[in-house]
């Protein structure tokens, strides 16, 4: 098996580890071929069960539009109100798992093996890892979601006619304490973004990266379940697995592309006057699409590692100058206070069971759970891809604690610097502005608005295209069974399908159907999360005894 897998570019461990003696080829279920100058070498079945699945969800979602809206908003609310408790539930559990992993012998354990050597730098990695992650969010809800937690609590609670809380304020809410409502409203902020997202992408990346490159299993979601499955990962229960994987992943990237390209509009639109509306936004899904193409063809090093690098140093110098422009002692005191603030409320906002605050915890935690979910396999695959050579402790604090305080930090400037405007100025233009505006009305009140706000616009462009990039390659390789050295044109065709699954549902009204996708592809992946928690013990388990 060790050979096999050197042979498809994924390096053999380096000494001691525990390779898994199995009599699978990465490949031998594959089709491979040409169609004229293009080469294919594709898996069967998961490569056509899940294109012609895709396929179909696109023509009926457009065929019959009102049918679909109502069967997929019956499909989200369904999931949302009844699973709710399942999602947050079982963040949690990954969250105490992948923590107690940092402080346990398994720490110890080096993925690749005990000498093998780290691939990248800290800079080229750390670009990477959070570029895929969750670069793309921080921009689109870095200052919406603060100003709206912190709107939602300042404001009464109410009660609907089914009995229920009808407001969006987080837990019980601080009606009228201004003071409060920022500290709860930046608490019920970091919650989403901290810990627990991180902790999902933490261990997908690292059952996929222990099972790879120290098991010596193809690089594909279904390899980390066989401690639970045996041989039969190479069969059906493995090919549902992989199926699922990539639904998810193309659900949660085309959602994310037809969001980002409405910000991204909405930025042009203030700062050129270009006009808002399906024309521009199909232009730039396209756009980002072919520049993804470009670092697609580039490969990993030369495309998403180059592209990652520019944008977090693009990123980094806009939070520097918000920063300091901004009303610095005031973010300071802010990160501090909503740092205590996430550590006070995080037991009450992880809490599954008897929520009275049900729009926020379904409509909000829930959804966002299972799209970090959703997204889990793709990010998962990828931060594996880069991270052989550290050790699990290593990886872990890097992967789950760095960039959830990098997570903090972001939004207490922006989200902080837009409260302050609204508090200490009395400026309401971002909190008024619709979601995708809010980031360049906030930046409007800065000095030099005009060339921080087109730093924005271009960090949302190559924040997508990283993660259309980087969701290609992952695709492509659970598609070829494991390969990361297949042809070319496959990777090309999952861009180029992503792009058109994206435009083709914008035009025709289909995001809020894709959006139920990710939801119910999500819940599906919560199970398959839980199960690798277990998979990933017996695996360090065997590697800790090949280290005695």
């Avoid at 780290?118 to 809800?141: K, N, Q, R």
């Avoid at 200490?424 to 930046?443: E, I, R, V």
């Avoid at 990361?484 to 549902?505: N, S, T, Y």
């Avoid at 990710?518 to 277990?534: D, N, R």
Wanted: charged share 10%; hydrophobic share 50%.
């Amino acid at each position: 098996m060790t050979d096999a897998t050197t042979d498809q570019g994924i390096p053999a461990p380096e000494g001691a580890a525990d390779v898994i003696d199995t009599n699978y080829e990465i490949g031998q279920d594959n089709v491979d071929g040409s169609i004229g100058s293009f080469g294919f070498d594709i898996h069967n079945p998961v490569f056509a069960i899940s294109a012609v699945a895709i396929v179909a969800f696109v023509f009926y979602t457009l065929a019959l539009p009102e049918q679909a809206a109502a069967a997929f908003s019956s499909m989200f609310s369904f999931t949302t109100k009844n699973f709710d408790w399942f999602l947050i539930g079982a963040a949690d559990l990954v969250v105490i798992f992948t923590l107690l992993l940092i402080i346990s012998p398994f720490g110890r354990v080096r993925l690749g093996g005990v000498d093998a050597k780290p691939d990248y730098s800290y800079t080229g990695w750390f670009a990477m890892l959070f570029a895929a992650g969750m670069g793309i969010g921080l921009m689109f809800y870095g200052v919406s979601e603060p100003l709206t937690h912190f709107s939602t609590s300042f404001g009464e609670t109410s009660i609907g006619d089914n009995g229920l809380r009808s407001d969006w304020a987080p837990l019980g809410a601080a009606t009228g304490d201004e003071p409060g409502s920022v500290r709860l409203g930046m608490a019920a902020t970091i919650y989403h973004w901290g810990l627990h997202p991180w902790a999902i992408y933490a261990t997908v990346a690292l059952a996929l990266a222990l099972f790879t490159f120290n098991k010596g299993l193809p690089l594909t979601i279904r390899s980390a379940f066989y401690p639970l499955l045996g041989e039969r990962i190479w069969g059906w229960p493995g090919h549902a697995i992989d199926i699922i994987a990539v639904f998810a992943t193309l659900f949660g990237l085309a959602t994310s592309l037809g969001f980002g390209a409405t910000q991204a509009n909405a930025g042009l639109n203030e700062l050129f006057g270009v006009p808002i509306g399906k024309t521009t936004e199909v232009v730039l899904i396209t756009v980002i699409t072919l520049i993804a193409l470009v670092s697609v063809v580039r490969g990993l090093d030369g495309g998403v590692k180059i592209l990652s690098e520019l944008n977090m140093g693009l990123a980094g110098l806009l939070a520097l100058f918000t920063l300091i422009v901004g009303p610095t002692a005031f973010l300071f005191a802010f990160f501090w206070d909503s740092l205590k603030a996430y550590v006070e409320y995080l037991p009450a906002l992880s809490n599954p069971f008897g929520r009275e605050d049900v729009n926020y915890s379904q409509g909000w935690t829930a959804f966002y759970w299972a799209w970090w979910i959703s997204w889990s396999p793709f990010v998962g695959m990828f931060i594996a891809r880069v991270s052989r050579g550290r050790t699990v402790r290593e990886f872990i604090i890097c992967v789950l604690l760095i960039p959830s305080m990098v997570c903090v930090i972001w939004m207490s400037i922006f989200g902080g610097t837009a409260i302050h405007q609204v508090l200490a100025d009395g400026f309401t233009g971002a909190q008024d502005a619709g979601l995708p505006l809010q980031l360049f009305k906030m930046l409007g009140e800065l000095p030099l608005a005009s060339i921080t706000s087109f730093i924005g616009i271009v960090l949302v462009i190559v924040f997508f295209v990283t993660s259309s990039d980087s969701g290609s390659l992952v695709i492509d390789t659970i598609t070829a069974g494991g390969k990361i050295d297949a042809p070319m044109p496959q990777r090309v065709f999952w861009c180029v399908f992503e792009g058109a699954v994206a435009i083709a549902l914008l035009i025709g009204g289909g995001l809020a159907a894709l959006q139920s996708m990710v939801i119910s592809t999500g819940l599906l992946f919560t199970v398959i999360l839980l199960l690798m928690c277990y998979c990933i013990f017996r695996g360090l388990q065997s590697e800790r005894e090949k280290m005695k």
